[in-house]
T-cell receptor
């Protein structure tokens, strides 16, 4: 079966750095996405990786290793507004998105 | 503001009743999707449409139907609601399918409670 694993919850301190990991086992691979979802709101797109390596976008970076079935989202200089759930999703060989359950990130002052 | 509009925002429904969740987008996106989101689970695809006039079944299609008469609208119908359909429903769209980022844009969600 297809599976996306990410930690259920993480806690970090304002101003610090946090890394949210995602491992996947899917039928084929056509890209990996990270979305942010604030409580009670819709998911919004953060990043897309299709080749191995690091993609940097401001305070957020996303890394992919296809051979290891592994990605991480790195958030730097954490702000209180970064408190949200972070969803990892993989597009499989049929171009359908398989979603992880999300990682709830709690930022403490 | 361009985006996706869902209605209703929230609804409490008696089991056995018929319910249609509405979804309209103004971005001229070809592909549209309906997901349900339940605590502890990832988003699960119910139905999708790659272009107007076509629809397909996702991971959890039973008990739901959709139609895509035009580019903008993609309603989701529960013919006879059951308590297990209590969930938050998200409509989403993307410019296309296949390779490339094809980022999803989501609506604000419809919270449905079936009693």
């Amino acid at each position: 079966g297809q599976n996306i694993d990410q930690p259920t919850e993480m806690t970090a301190t304002e101003g610090a750095i946090v890394q949210i990991n995602c491992t996947y086992q899917t039928s084929g691979f056509n890209g990996l996405f990270w979305y942010q979802q604030h409580a009670g709101e819709a998911p919004t797109f953060l990043s897309y990786n299709v080749l191995d390596g690091l993609e940097e976008k401001g305070r957020f970076s996303s890394f992919l290793s296809r051979s290891k079935g592994y990605s991480y989202l790195l958030l730097k200089e954490l702000q209180m507004k970064d408190s949200a759930s972070y969803l990892c999703a993989v597009r499989d060989s049929n171009y359908q998105l398989i979603w992880g359950a999300g990682t709830k990130l709690i930022i403490k002052p | 503001i361009a985006g996706i509009t869902q209605a209703p925002t929230s609804q409490i429904l008696a089991a056995g009743r018929r319910m249609t969740l509405r979804c309209t987008q103004d971005m001229r996106h070809n592909a549209m999707y309906w997901y349900r989101q339940d605590l502890g689970l990832g988003l699960r695809l119910i139905h999708y449409s790659n272009t107007a006039g076509t629809t397909g079944k996702g991971e959890v299609p039973d008990g739901y139907s959709v139609s895509r008469a035009n580019t903008d609208d993609f309603p989701l119908t529960l013919a006879s609601a059951v308590p297990s359909q209590t969930s938050v429903y998200f409509c989403a769209s993307s410019a296309g399918i296949g390779s490339g980022a094809n980022v999803l844009t989501f609506g604000a969600g419809s919270r449905l409670t079936v009693l």
